[in-house]
């Protein structure tokens, strides 16, 4: 515990050295400055994506930003001839991230209820947010692993989320059977929208935990079978000791 | 302290095997150098040590037990030293230090290590403002901020001033004196020389020459002396065996005063690393 503890002070500490923190503050800001010109009605609608792309794009781009420095400056090999084992570090990455995410909602919430009188169920986005997050803190890692440099990292991201939508557009083109279109709901750009739009509204619990159990089953599943097992030979490549 | 028997390793995607049958020891407290061009095996080797490659045959033991079955904690008693410089470029160098020592659970204290590094001063700038001599004796200190019992040195002189290289020099010995074990790869062979009880050559994933550099010098030397003379402005060789040594010639020679210089030809670790491996130092840089 202890370890995760150090690793996750750690993970602040660079995201405020590394400026990363600032640029994730910076488009906060934009979100709540941009506010200032929509409806009460415009804001509600629009809220749902605004969390989506904060906890789903932001997440894994800052840790993809993360991974790609500490690669660079082979930081991540120095970890790893320490007792710091796999897990504890992959748990820091979800905590310190996802605590991220949360303090850019907060100060977004704060800046909305400023410009409008919002109500929002704070459980609800925390809950959303903790299952969101640590499922594209999971994807970040992924593509860092496959992506030469952060510019590549930038352009798969594009690739992944192209691919997600392939099933809708196919359907709505016509060229698979609009029968399937139930099945959509669950890539997990659809399930991410969901969950980040509990907050919002009622809700429907029967689908959230069916969102949830999906979303968390994911994120184990990519943890265990392909993130653990891949970090040795990926932090030690290119590594001449 | 660490025995490795008949060790195999093949990459994933290559069909031919990197390490074909190590066998070696490297026993406690000693210094035991491993030298190899590109490409022979030496970072396969280490990393397989270092426990980053697992996917190994044969046997490997540390302390007695199998490699394999080390947990984590293996890291509390090793320290690792790498060629190029590892650090957070944007936090200072006791930011790295501090950061790196929190993930042991024996900590040394970094003053006296930093203050010996000539980076005490030094140590509240950004790690992106140090020279890279002084990110490489960064490196050094982080191999010892757990107190290791063994150490692995990748190049650790390299790219250091003749005096910070001294330095480190000096403080390997040390450690090797308080009983501390070194496994090292250099290419700067009177580091090798200076500082190894034993060296192995590698080539092609095969240990071609093993023993303690005086032996292997003997071994692979010249059993001659060379005495160079200045008559009437020319510069004289004669070359002497050692049974020769008291042969009339070479003590006419002697008595002559002509003497400029006298040199054992025994051979030179650079020579040997040549002749064992078949390749010239700089051609694997």
Redesign the interface.
Known sequence: MNMIKHLVKHEWLRLIKYNLLIASLFVSFIWIIASAFLTYEELILFLPTIFLIEATAMTALLIGAEMYYEKKEHTISSMLISPMSTLDYMISKVIAHGLNTLLIFAIMIVGFIFTFDIRLNVFALLLGTIFVASFYVGLGLLLSYFSKDFTSLLVNYMIMMILFLIPSILILAGLLPESLISYTQYIPSEISLRLMSLSLGEIDWTQAFIDIGITLVATLLMYRFILIPRFKSFASEHLGV | MFKVENLRFAYPKNKEETLQGLSFEIPKGTIFGFLGPSGAGK?TT??IL?K??DHYQGEITYDGKSLKSLD??F??D?G?C??????????TGL?NLQ??A????NQVDVEPLLKRMGLWDDRNKLVSEYSKGMKIRLNFI?ALLNDPKML?L?EPTNGLDPMNARILKDMIKEFKEKGGTVFITSHIMSDIDELCDEVAFIANGVIVAKDSPRQLKIEHGQKKVMVETQVNHHLEKHVFDFNELSSPRFIELCQSNTIETIHSMETTLEDIFIKVTGVKLHEHD
């Open positions: 970072s280490q990393k270092v980053l490659l984590d904690s890291y509390e090793i690792v790498f060629e190029m410089p590892i650090s957070f470029s944007k936090l930011e950061f790196f929190n993930l042991y659970k982080r692995f990748d």
